[in-house]
C-alpha cells in the first residue's frame, strides 16, 4: 500500500471492482476520494466510510495533495480527471495494479476464469473466515452478510481477478483457482488465442494450481504444467462429484477425493455448474490443508452472490434474476433451472450486453435461449460501447427463432415488462438474465407479481 501514497484518488469510484479497491484502501488508514458518472449505492456506502465521493468527472475534483490516481478499465484516456492526473505528474494506476500493491507480502489465492469466479471466491472467502480466520478478501460482485472487501487479520488474501481488460497477467499469486477460459472478452486481446495465451501465461507463474478439467480451455493447460490439482466431474479429476442431486434451490452431491472417504455435500445452490464451483473450493481447500468433511459441512451454510441465478420471488410464479451475459452462462442457468424446477414453464428475458459480444455470439446466444419454453429479448446494453451498425437484440431473437425457440424483441425494459406479463401463465418460472439495468426490471416484476421488493 505504501506504493500507491496515503492519498488516492479512484475514477469510476461506483464500479464494483473499484469500490471494493475503495473500501480496501480506507481501512488501510488511506484518505480516498473519488468519482463517477452517477449516484449509487456504492458511492453512498464509501461516503458513510469517509471517502470524498463526486458525480460525474471533472478536473477539479482531483486533490491537490493526491499521492496517486486509480482508474478503472472503462474510463478513457480522455477522461479530465485521468488528464489532470497526467499533467500533474500524479502516478497513475490500473485497478488490477492498485490491487496487486494491495496484496504484496501476503500470501494470495487469485480466482481467475471467464465463468464462475465470483460465486468460486465467495464461497472461497467464507470457507476461509470459518475455518481459517479473518483472511483478507476482495470480491467482484454484491453477497448478503459479506463485505465486498477486507484487509483482514490473517496472512492470506482471497481476491477475484478479472480478465475483461487484459491486464491481469500482470498479477502474480501463491495460489490460482481457475474455473473456465471461454471466448469473451476476446476484443481486449485481439483474438481468442491470445486470450488462451494471457491464461496460460498467468498460471505459468503461479505457485500452486487448481484448475478445471471439465473445461476445455482450462484443460489446456495440462498439456503445459501437470503440477496442478484438478476438479470436476470428469472421472480422471483429483476431486469430483458424484451421485448429483437437484433440488430446487439446493444440490446434494458426493464429494471424492482419492485416498479418503466421499463425503456428502449439501450445497445451497442449484446446478451442475454451481457444483464445480464447490469443488473447485474444495480443492484449493485440500491445497491448504483444511479437512474435506469440515469444508463440506460449512459450504451447506455458504452465501451466493446477488443476482447469480437469485429467487426473488416464490409464490405462485417463481422470480429469479440472474447475471449471465454470455451464451454459456445462460445455458448453464437455464440447466439448473430445469433440472432444480423440472415441471414449470420458463420465461426468460434477455438483455445482450455489449455490442461486440452481441454481434461476435449471435448464433450461441440463440441456441442457448432457445431452451427456454418463451423468450423476450430487449435492445443491447451498451455498457461502454459504441452502437454497431446491424447489431441489435432483434438479431438475437431472431436466432432462438432459427434454433426452433419461442422469441420475440421488445427494445426497452417497460416494453419487455409488458410482453414477459401478457405471455405469462400460472406457475411459470421467469428468469431475467443480463449483466446491465435488466435488473431493475426483476425488481419491479417482482413487485407488481408478489407486493414488496
Not at 479497491?21 to 480506507?26: E, N, Q, W
Not at 495494479?97 to 460465486?119: F, P, Q, Y
Not at 505459468?204 to 490439482?229: E, H, N, W, Y
Request: glycine share 10%; proline share 5%.
Amino acid at each position: 500500500m505504501r506504493s500507491l501514497g496515503r492519498r488516492v484518488h479512484l475514477v469510476g469510484l461506483g464500479g464494483e471492482g473499484m469500490s471494493a479497491l475503495g473500501m480496501l484502501l480506507l481501512e488501510g488508514g488511506a484518505q480516498v476520494s473519488g468519482s463517477d458518472l452517477t449516484r449509487g449505492a456504492r458511492l453512498d456506502r464509501l461516503a458513510d466510510l469517509g471517502a470524498e465521493v463526486h458525480v460525474g468527472h471533472a478536473r477539479e475534483h482531483v486533490p491537490d495533495d493526491v499521492d496517486a490516481l486509480v482508474y478503472s478499465s472503462v474510463v478513457p484516456e480522455a477522461n479530465p480527471e485521468v488528464q489532470a492526473a497526467r499533467a500533474r505528474c500524479i502516478p497513475l494506476w490500473p485497478r488490477l495494479a492498485a490491487l496487486g500493491e494491495l496484496m504484496d507480502h501476503r500470501r494470495s489465492i487469485g480466482v481467475v476464469g471467464t465463468h464462475g469466479k465470483t460465486t468460486a471466491v465467495t464461497w472461497l472467502t467464507y470457507l476461509m473466515r470459518m475455518l481459517v480466520g479473518p483472511v483478507g478478501h476482495y470480491l467482484g460482485g454484491e453477497v448478503p452478510g459479506l463485505p465486498p472487501a477486507s484487509l483482514g487479520e490473517h496472512p492470506l488474501f482471497v481476491a477475484e481477478i478479472d480478465e475483461s481488460d487484459g491486464r491481469f497477467t500482470a498479477l502474480s499469486v501463491d495460489l490460482a483457482l481457475l474455473t473456465a477460459v471461454d471466448a469473451d472478452h476476446v476484443e481486449a486481446y485481439g483474438g481468442w488465442s491470445a486470450l488462451q495465451a494471457a491464461f496460460a501465461a498467468f498460471i505459468a507463474k503461479s505457485g500452486q494450481v487448481v484448475l478445471c478439467m471439465d473445461d476445455p480451455g482450462a484443460a489446456t493447460i495440462l498439456s503445459t504444467r501437470r503440477d496442478v490439482v484438478t476438479y470436476g466431474l470428469h472421472r480422471q479429476a483429483h476431486v469430483r462429484a458424484e451421485g448429483i442431486e437437484h433440488h430446487a434451490q439446493q444440490t446434494t452431491f458426493r464429494v471424492v477425493v482419492r485416498g479418503r472417504r466421499p463425503r456428502e455435500v449439501v450445497l445451497p445452490a442449484p446446478g451442475v455448474h454451481n457444483v464445480r464451483n464447490a469443488l473447485g473450493v474444495m480443492a484449493m481447500g485440500l491445497l491448504l490443508d483444511l479437512p474435506l468433511r469440515d469444508m463440506a459441512r460449512a459450504l451447506a451454510r455458504a452465501p451466493r452472490p446477488s443476482r447469480r441465478l437469485e429467487v426473488l420471488r416464490d409464490n405462485g410464479h417463481l422470480l429469479v434474476d440472474d447475471y449471465a451475459h454470455h451464451p454459456r452462462e445462460i445455458d448453464a442457468g437455464l440447466e439448473a433451472l430445469r433440472a432444480g424446477w423440472p415441471d414449470r414453464r420458463i420465461l426468460a428475458v434477455f438483455q445482450p450486453h455489449r455490442y461486440t459480444r452481441t454481434a461476435r455470439l449471435m448464433q450461441e446466444f440463440g441456441a442457448a435461449l432457445a431452451a427456454a419454453d418463451h423468450v423476450v429479448v430487449t435492445e443491447v446494453y451498451a455498457a461502454c460501447e459504441t452502437p454497431q451498425p446491424g447489431v441489435s437484440g432483434a438479431g438475437v431473437a431472431d436466432a432462438v427463432r432459427s434454433q426452433g425457440g419461442r422469441a420475440e424483441f421488445r427494445p426497452t425494459l417497460e416494453g419487455a415488462r409488458e410482453a414477459l406479463l401478457t405471455a405469462l401463465q400460472p406457475g411459470d418460472l421467469i428468469v431475467c438474465f443480463g449483466a446491465g439495468d435488466i435488473w431493475q426490471l426483476s425488481h419491479k416484476t417482482s413487485q407488481e407479481l408478489f407486493g414488496g421488493g
